[in-house]
């Protein structure tokens, strides 16, 4: 059962994230730091599921995205220059 913070983040549309984060006064610094956090969780998650020998399409979508999100964090990088 997800919890209440999960929920409201569940029914909210692009935008309404995109406030959040807003409200929250994230930089483009910590957004490029929360990024390589999920890319190196991300990257732990799909070592344990290999060392476990298990694999389902959400391994394959979540390594897919590994490049997108350090894309991403490049161009944010990148805007900052």
Do not use: C
Request: glycine share 2%.
């Amino acid at each position: 059962m997800a919890s209440e913070i999960q929920q409201s983040v569940l029914e909210m549309t692009f935008p309404d994230l995109v406030a959040v984060a807003l409200k929250r006064k994230w930089t483009a610094e910590k957004v490029v730091g929360m990024l390589k956090s999920r890319i190196s969780r991300d990257q732990k998650y799909l070592s344990y599921r290999a060392n476990k020998g298990a694999h389902t399409a959400y391994d394959d979508v979540t390594a897919t995205d590994l490049p997108m999100l350090a894309l991403a964090a490049a161009l944010l990088l990148q805007e900052q220059l």
